[in-house]
Every structure is written in C-alpha cells, then in structure tokens.
C-alpha cells in the first residue's frame, strides 16, 4: 500500500487468498491487478474494486463464477473483470498434436526420443511401421524410446471428452559409425558447394527451407559419388542418405541409390541398391532419409552412388527437366 507509484500488479499463481487486497484500494496510479490461478474469492474482489483508478482485474482459474463477475460489473462498471476463455461444456475442442520433446532430429548413439504433450492426461500413441496411429492397436507412449537407425515416427495424441490430434510425422536421423576418409569422386553444382565432401560427415543438418546453408550440398548434373573408408571394418546393417524433398524447388529423391562394398579398394562389389518412389504431387517441404539395408557383414571400403532424377515428374510445370539432389549427411548403423 506504500508503492504510490505502482501501476501493474501480477499475483498469478501465488498462494494468496485475497484478505489483503482492501490495502490497494487507496493506490491511486494502480490500474491493472492480475490475480490468476489463485484462491481468492468474489467477496474479497468487492474490497479491490473500491480502488476508483482500477480498469483491470484478470481472475482466470479462480473459483470466481460468471455470476459473480456480472455482480461485479454492477458494482464496479468501471472495471474490466477477466475471466478468460470460458469453453461451452458441448463443445468439443481438437488436440495439438504430440511433439518430439529432444528438439533434434540427429541423435547420438546412446540418446532416446522424448515425446511430449502439454496437456496433462492426454495419451499419446505412436507408431514406427508407417502406419498412422489410432487409439486401439497403436503403442502407447511411456518411456524414452530407443531407435537403432534413421527412423520414421507418427504420433498422435488422444484424451477424453476431446478430438483426437492430426498425425505428426518425424524424420529422427541416428549418428553412427565414422569413416576415417572419405573421398568426394564427383564435382557439385556450382550453387551448392557446402563444404565440401566433409559436408556429408560433419554431423550438422541443413535447415528445411534455407538451401544456401553450408549443409548442403547438391548434385543435378553428375552422380553423387563418394568413398568411405572405415580403417576398424565396423558391421554396417543400414547406410542411409539425408536429403531435401521440396517438389517447387525440384529437389528431388535419388533416381537410384547403389552402396559398393569390400575389403579392397579395386575389388568393391554391389551391395544394395535402391529405386526410390517419387512424388506424385506437390507435398510439404522436409528432410527425408533413403535407407539402404546391408547384410551384416563389415567391409573395409564403401562407395555410395545415387543418381539425381533424370526427369521431373509429369504433374510438376518443369516436367522435362532434371531433379535436383540435396544432400546434408550420409549416415552408417
């Protein structure tokens, strides 16, 4: 009551209960009190509003009804009294959707995926096997989930007395093994040069819509072709390749994706090859992962070719031209 000066007061989610509030009611350059999440009642609130500069008093989860704030605005015209958003008990309101609570989506070898969502007691379901969850057969999320490799995962969040959330898709990237060379055999575009052939190896992820970061690194009239050696011949079960799918920017999957393999360099034989879906319309802007599965059996030297798009698809207004391919990292599990 001595701040005479004192224009804003904020009580959210203190443990008052109002008794003394009568103290403010002489300040007279107060003009907003906030007193949200708190036990006071309306009859303390009679006390406040006797403050004649007073215009604001917000009152969300109080135990304050409607009633009693037009009771309020009766006695006190002059003051807003804020309750907040009241829902109608028939409305039914949709979730937002579940997210992935580690803000990655590159993962260490020991690190777990955390979802999360901000509504207590919702149930988030999710599934890994590209199927969309539903609140019957899908796994409902407990504890930190473990992922081997690069890893698609949809969530969807459920609770009730509400509708259920969208499907939210993650592309989760796993850091693996490490080569201890890598020799870049092809020469990128011009435009997309990133670093260099460190560029696929460094660990760092190019941004979804931000191209001329230095993560990337793009291909459209040669192959991308590239050289790992691995000096500790580790068991490699999947390679997996990071790149840019934005139809409107002609980025593009692979046309074909090939991993070569062997324990010397003149000697690599075809391990796995790929010929990847594309799109058959326009789609949303993401980073998506193309895996390759090996048998498990470790090599010494790889070789990694893909192949950008020769032609763009029949639906798209640049048909006849080449695909870009835009690569961030290539990963090895």
Known sequence: SKFNNLEVLILNNTKIKGSSLKELASLTSLR???????????????????????????????????????????????????????????????????????????????????????????????????????????????????????????????????????????????????PSKIRLLTKPDDRYQGEGEITLIDDQKGLPDFYRHPAWIGFRNNDLIVDFVFEDSPVIRTVTLSYSKNVNAKFMPPQEMQIWGGNTPENLKLISKVTPPQPGSYEATRIEGLSLELPSTGFKYYKLIATPLAKLPEFTKAKKEKGWLLVDEIFFN
């Open 32 to 178: 907003s009190v906030a007193l949200s999440g708190t036990d006071i009642s309306a009859a303390v609130l009679q006390d406040l509003g006797k403050n004649k500069t007073l215009r604001e008093v917000f009152i969300w989860n109080t135990d304050v009804t409607e009633r009693d704030v037009e009771n309020l605005k009766k006695t006190f015209p002059y003051i807003h009294w804020d309750l907040g958003y009241r829902p109608d008990e028939n409305e039914i309101l949709k979730l937002n959707v579940p997210l992935v609570k580690n803000g990655t989506r590159l993962f260490e070898p020991d690190q777990k995926i955390v979802l999360k969502h901000n509504l207590p007691g919702t149930v988030v379901r999710y599934s890994m096997d590209g199927t969309d969850p539903d609140s019957v057969k899908s796994l409902i999320y407990t504890d930190p989930i473990d992922i081997e490799k690069t890893s698609i995962i949809k969530t969807k969040a459920f609770k009730d007395g509400w509708l259920s959330s969208d499907v939210a898709e993650f592309v989760l990237f796993k850091k693996g093994h490490k």
